[in-house]
């Protein structure tokens, strides 16, 4: 398994609540990602980063901020959390397109509830 | 843009039947394609990946798929089931040359595996 970690697992937070997740990675992969998934829609890409301090956004960006200060940090912010954001959020990690195999490797998930 | 449409949000079947899993996408440019899968509460775990060659391709846990390109379809096939293949099966498109591996996920396919 890609050694990719969440945390925490499990949060409950209550609505304007600042809350930030945490990905680490022990796989020195480039590019890391943050999904939320909510039932029908699959997964979408909320930012993703190609580099440290090198971030784009992603499908549904609005209302997540992330950082990404060593290779093997990548935090998402929810700076106000708001009840739509409930959901599973993924990290996923993968490599250089010039040595990859081109999948993503995904960390375990952290489910966040927003009261 | 790419997107993906998997036909059937859910499938039952019962043990040691076949199974087949619909995808379809959309792109304007050639692609890769994925099939990835998520026990209960898990994270996403490739099943099997197509980038060029056969386009019959064989993956894990016997799982295989076929690459039809004037169809664009790429259907995740098992020809008898377990128990423990219940789980949801995420099929998952990549433009060719992007960088960063960016990936477009369907909305999931739910897979039932009765006694």
């Known amino acids: 398994d890609a050694g990719i970690t969440q945390s925490p697992r499990h949060k409950v937070t209550e609505t304007g609540t600042p809350v930030t997740l945490r990905c680490h990675q022990t796989?020195?992969?480039?590019?890391m990602y943050w999904y939320r998934q909510d039932p029908g829609h699959g997964l979408r890409l909320i930012h993703y980063s190609y580099g440290v301090k090198d971030t784009d956004k992603g499908e549904v960006s609005d209302g997540y901020s992330v950082s990404r200060s060593k290779t093997e940090d990548f935090l998402l912010t929810l700076e106000s959390a708001t009840s739509s954001q409930t959901s599973v959020y993924f990290c996923a990690i993968s490599e250089s397109t010039r040595t990859s195999s081109y999948e993503q490797y995904f960390g375990p998930g952290t489910r966040l509830t927003v009261t | 843009a790419q997107s993906v449409t998997q036909l059937d949000s859910q499938v039952p079947v019962f043990e040691e039947a076949p199974v087949e899993l619909r995808c379809n996408y959309s792109s304007s440019v050639s692609v890769y394609l994925f099939w990835y899968v998520q026990y209960p509460n898990q994270g996403l775990q490739l099943l099997l990946k197509?980038?060029?060659?056969?386009?019959l391709v064989k993956g894990i846990n016997g799982f295989e798929a076929e690459f039809n390109k004037s169809q664009t379809s790429f259907h995740l096939r098992k020809p008898s089931v377990h128990i423990s293949d219940t789980a949801e099966y995420f099929c998952a498109v990549s433009r060719r040359g992007n960088a960063g591996n960016m990936l477009t996920f369907g909305g999931g396919t739910r897979l039932m595996v009765k006694p």
């Open positions: 197509y980038l060029s060659g056969s386009t």
């Open positions: 796989e020195n992969h480039r590019y």
